[in-house]
């Protein structure tokens, strides 16, 4: 009885005793569910494009950020060291592309997925080889980001917004925007959107798809770059990212694997589900329950809509 | 060449479908037996036993059953560690509760555990394939993971927040906790990982086996056989997942002797993958193979430089064979995704033909 | 002499899947009247059958019947239905209007795995063997349903699961024999040329020897002698061992030589029913055939 | 030993002696299925039994009609049992062929392996009143035949087994029945098919048989131990001998392949002990192995090759026991460690202690290459009316070109004409209702005319040069074998066709055809061009080339004074290639020398003249039907006339 008062009735007497602190909840839920939708974002600009479920996303978030923190470390200005790192994405996506998707086309897609894991491992081994292994501050200030925080006074209480978390969202945003920008209006964006339709409509546009390929995975290492940026300022770059970059794959199981806003979605779900439950509910369970929270939901949600919210509904054909 | 196989011929189906139908075969696995059980323990040193065979051995045994459940039955799983640590901490529960009780019976009654968890996991599999199937798998690590940490029950409420392995003893000889010698943990491995390793072949080989091959293979097919989805799949996550907790409980009780909940941690499920990837999917061989790459390499990184007498830093070895394991799974991926297992398969085929370059009939 | 097609009916009736029934006893000889070729025995029917995806009706009131020990072959343009209505025969679909029965049994929704142990089997359109596979295990594969020994059996693979296994393995020893393809027994399916993949994918459909038979284009993609060489295993398998068969198939001359009844469908609907000849001589079939397809 | 009287009385002696040694093998179903003597013994008996209850009688004739079986094999034993004769056909002819031997024969049972045999009697059956019961061996498909005339073999000995419950003394009685079998009794009668006419039933006696296969066990030292292959048709007397009467007598193991495709398979299986294939079989062999090889990769290539130069310098030193350094041996045992031992366990022959070639003559390079590997290889030279061994060659008296030295018991002698005559116990008792056959063929004092030319070389061994009525006469009176010349010559693979004219000649000339891949894989080797196939037999390097072959060819008959007169002295390289279609070949790929006499009038009086070259026009057939004409100068050459300096080239 006890157990089922406090798991249905006592988080949400707390939620109203306090709505300054669920409000803040929430926000931290939305900033981090932001950066899970980026993350899901560089996921499903591959995997529309080339049917690859790119494992790595996570760990590309980390190289690209340690890059341009050692970069700047070396004495590079921060701008440059932005160039640089960018630069330093796009010579991967095309040594991804020419070393190992040329090489596996048309293989199974758990094939592909191992693939991606073999590159996280590489990834892995190259970034703690010439970046070191331990975790580095994020140049915030040398790339313009605002610090600092404002208070927000609601409900005889006050709501604390850090001035990152609204870059991180604003960042977000026109991230999104460049993208949609980017497929509707460019040539080669809707060659991409072709290609994910059908690959021969792709190449009456006149692109190859190795070309396509390599734009996509240089597209998420921008992403990654963006979102290694502000994950970076928000706490520190180091490796235990890789890890929590994974619950984007849950995000994508929300969203489904092929939609942008799906991922968007997904993302800020599971992020304000994950503080919300980890903040009202996690003493029941003993706390951490972060760790788990969005790959239980996916599980269930698996379950009841396999083809995520915003997936097609799979028809299969003997 | 070395296989001279003119004048073997089967009299009976059951030598015909027999494991090792060749007679070099047999042999060959004969003699391996004789080093595993006589040479090495006669022969090798503590370190040897101990940082390379024990850890080899346990590791085969959590490949086997990754590879029953990821290459036999198609269900690709990212929650090893995780099983395994089931099977750590559910023997570790068991000998608090039953300390007279075999503990070699408790290590292979905890796989039971193991097994049942793998099995909830394994339902959404029902509805569910590839990719997504992987996420929910990785749902069963992040949760059990968590659970081994934040559930004080699983560890006695140890301050340390660790099990730890008590002394036990089969005939009198201590064969855990720390005044077991490494060789005779290591004879109570190999003997386990040989046993289980003939029943893996057999059920491979058998019915049930060839029911997880036909739902990997076709699985439309394999229901319009009479294969019934529900029981094929979930015997699958059952049977891999106890092979994974029994590889759990080994792995804590035999070698390293005490384990907090990052023993069994996602890195750690990957490994597993790895060996089976490249060891070679839908191989037992492949297990033995590829856990023996895996897990030598490192070791081996690290002992050059030493003996070139240059001085280099751990971690730069661990990096360095980082990259060459991610290299060579790209590598096995595209050039022979069914692993070591199949080039030493290419390169038996090519000695049974020998000295033509393929079997002309 | 043999005397055309043989068919005894009274072979099967009252038999169950699960019964090993004796019909692959190839040294049973047992005395056969030279009856002609009457089916009195109705195997499968299905009463105004209508299946829909979205909005796109696939197939339409279908009605027609299947006798016991007869060759029925199903035929028609692309497009018009045929493959959708062997999927609602062996349960992959199911329609959202009419009745099946089988047996003399009006079938509940019913799964492939169930209507595989009700006795039906089937082979694919394009071939669908387990790749991984050798010829042996493929057709070892079709014996599935017919093997019981448990886990624990299984593990030791000694006493009752070993002597399961070898007992099964001399009926598809003796499929293999039936369909000549002793030479690739241990050879792995995928490298197969495409004519033996279709005789292995009947060879595993012959081992659950099964109570009916459908045959998705069991000679599309074949040259001539394969073509003959299929037939001869169709008309054998039909006569030696009684099974029921349907079939889908395009060369009209391979149909008329086989089927003792042919219903024809055009955009998912029956527009005739009947022998050969008859069908031949239809209107409608020749309107769908010459105007409409191809 | 003493031998004894009949070959059933060796199936029982086996049955008690080597009870339990395996007598037989087939592959059935995917496995080896095995027989010992003891129970080939009982199966045997109960089919005989059976036989009895269906009504055969002593002396009746049996066709069997199949591919090698056990249970053919076991026909073979229960009909002799009881004194019936066993006819054996051969299981590719066409009904229409068979319905002679059967109705010659007098056949009144028929044992057929499958339902494709029967339906070839049945097919026929009328035209058969004597004919009443078919047997057959595999059900398959025969349900729905008239079960009054049509059973299995199977059926038959539940029948036989029926007789032995309801009467224990059945077994006696059908042992007292062997005793009764006279040696010199009718055993089995094989058809041949001879070039000519009809066949002829050559009748053979139980004496026949068991002596030339105790003595041809005791030549090649064959024992119990033993394990062959059956493959070849049963109707054949090779195989009859082989599979039947020395396994008999020997106890050995025979072993029945699956089907014809597995052959091979099979015998690697197997790895029999000894071996018998015609030439072809070895020739196409080789054939595989050298297409194989040529897909392997450069250095395997390299090496493969190199072993196998070493083996053709000391592998037939080596295996006839010669001393050798042991460089070479070391050699040469590093070449059966990589090559040779690898190769004969994928050709099944690792296990081979004799193998016998017979029948046509095989190309001395193939006979060397398997002799080179360590194989040992070995002709003999035998007729069915002989009960298969005339001669043979014993171990470590090996050459391409003879036939080895008479059997045991056998005698040999040289006609004046060349034709080889012979006398031995294995001589048949005679054809079957064909008296006049018989006495032409078989002398009232026991030799036999082989029909074949040949001579006895200085070593004791028969060489056989050709059919002896091909056999011509040069003008100054010595031999004229055309085959045996033109086989010499086809032996280079240069050399596709040759024709050898000559008798009631001054000299011998001949037309050669060249093999047009072997050829012009030699052209793009030597840089010679050429553009059509005309132009390339008319090559003078080509010419050159044949020459040389043909003075081989000629040292090695002058090396034998029989033959040493008919050297070649005059050839031509023919313009077109001899094609059946035109009427030049059989569809056999045989010469038709007489059709070739005609056309090619003016060629071969050109080659009896001392012209250069002579024009020539001839009509030919093309592959869509179309008729045309080549014409063509076609040079004429002759022998050893050559310039030095085209010599020294």
Known sequence: ?318 | MFYREAGQFKTSYAADQALLPIRQDRIGLGLILLVAFVAVPLLASDFFIGSIMIPFLVFTLAAVGLNILTGYAGQLSLGTGAFMGVGAYACYKLTTYFPDINILFMVLLSGIFSAAVGVVFGLPSLRIKGLYLAITTLAAQFFLEWCFIRIGWLYNYNDSGAIEVPQRKLFDIAITGASASPTVRYLVIVSLVALMTLVAANVLRGRIGRSWMMIRDMDIAAELMGVRPLYAKLSAFAFSSYYCGVAGALMVFFWIGSAEAEAFDINHSLLVLFMVIIGGMGSLLGCFMGAAFIWILPIAIRAVPQMLGLDVIAATTEHVSNIIIGVLIIFFLIVEPHGLARLWQIGKEKLRTWPFPYSSN | MPTGKQVSVDQYSGSTADQDRSSMDLTASKPVSETSRQYTTELLSIENVSLSFGGVQAVTDISFNIMEGEVRAIIGPNGAGKTSLLNIINGFYHPQEGVINFRGKQRRRMKPYQAAASGIARTFQNVALFKGMSTLDNIMSGRSLKMHRGFLWQVIHLGPARNEEIQHRRRVEEIIDFLEIAHIRKQPVGRLPYGLQKRVELGRAMAMEPELLLLDEPMAGMNLEEKEDMSRFIIDLNSEFGTTIALIEHDMGVVMDLADRVVVLDYGKKIADGTPTEVQASQEVIDAYLGVAH | MQSLPSLPHYLLRNAEQYAERVAMRHKDLGIWHEWTWDEVCTQVQAYALGLKELGLQEGDKVAIIGNNRPKLYWSFAAIQSIGGVPVPMYADAVAEEMVYVLEHAGVRFAVCQDQEQVDKVVSVQEQLPLLTQILYDEPRGMRGYDESRILSIEAVQQLGLKLLERDRHQAVQWRTGIDKLETDQLCVMLYTSGTTGRPKGVMLSHRNLIVTSINANTFDNLGVDEEIIAYLPLAWVGDHVFSYGQSLTAGYCVCCPESLDTIAADRREIAPSYFFAPPRVFESLLTSITVAMEDASRLKRLMFDHFIRVARRYGEDVLNGKSLPLTARLHYALGDFMVYGPLKNRLGMSKVRVAYTAGEAIGPDIFRFYRSLGINLKQLYGQTEASVYITAQPDGQIDADTVGTPSLDVEIRIAENGEVLYRSPGVFMGYYQNDEATATTKTPDGWVLTGDAGFIDDKGHLRIIDRAKDVGKLNDGSLFPPKYIENKLKFFPAVKEVVAFGDQRDYVAAFVNIDLTSVANWAERNNIVYASYQELAGHPQVYDMIESHIEEVNQDLLAEPRVAGACIRRFLVLHKELDADDGELTRTQKVRRKFINERYQPLIDALYSDQDSQFVSTTVVFEDGRKGTIEADVRLCTVGARAPLAQAS
């Open chain 1, 1 to 318: 009885m006890e157990m089922l008062h406090s798991i249905f009735v006592s988080p949400f007497i707390e939620m109203g005793a306090y709505p300054d602190f669920f409000l803040q909840v929430v926000w931290e839920g939305f900033v981090a569910g932001v950066l899970y939708s980026l993350i899901a974002l560089g996921f499903v600009l591959i995997y529309k494009a080339s049917g690859v479920f790119n494992f790595a996303q996570g760990i590309m978030v980390v190289f690209a950020a340690l890059a341009l923190v050692s970069l700047h470390g070396m004495g590079v200005p921060a701008w440059l060291a932005v160039i640089l790192a960018l630069g330093i994405m796009g010579l991967l996506a095309i040594g991804v592309e020419r070393l190992v998707l040329r090489k596996l086309v048309n293989q199974h897609d758990a094939i592909l997925l191992m693939a991606t894991i073999g590159l996280t491992l590489v990834l892995k081994g190259v970034g703690q080889l010439l970046f070191g292994g331990e975790p580095k501050p994020m140049i915030t200030e040398e790339l313009g980001l605002p610090t600092g925080s404002t208070d927000w006074e609601v409900f005889d209480g006050i709501v604390i917004f850090q001035h990152i978390d609204i870059a991180a969202t604003v960042v977000a945003l026109l991230m999104v925007l460049a993208l949609a920008l980017f497929f509707s209006k460019t040539r080669i964006g809707r060659a991409l959107r072709a290609v994910a339709d059908d690959h021969q409509a792709a190449l009456s546009v006149g692109i190859s798809l190795h070309q396509i390929w390599a734009i996509v995975w240089f597209a998420s290492g921008i992403v990654a770059l963006v979102t290694g940026i502000m994950w970076g300022a928000r706490s520190e770059v180091s490796f235990a990212l890789e890890i929590i970059a994974l619950k984007a794959l849950a995000v994508l199981i929300l969203g489904g694997f092929t939609s942008i806003p799906g991922a968007i979605v997904g993302g800020l779900i599971i992020g304000i589900g994950e503080k919300l439950f980890e903040v009202y509910w996690g003493a029941l369970f003993g706390s951490g329950v972060e760790a788990w929270f969005a790959y239980v939901l996916a599980l269930i949600f698996l379950l009841f809509r396999p083809q995520g919210l915003f997936g097609e509904r799979i028809i299969e054909r003997v």
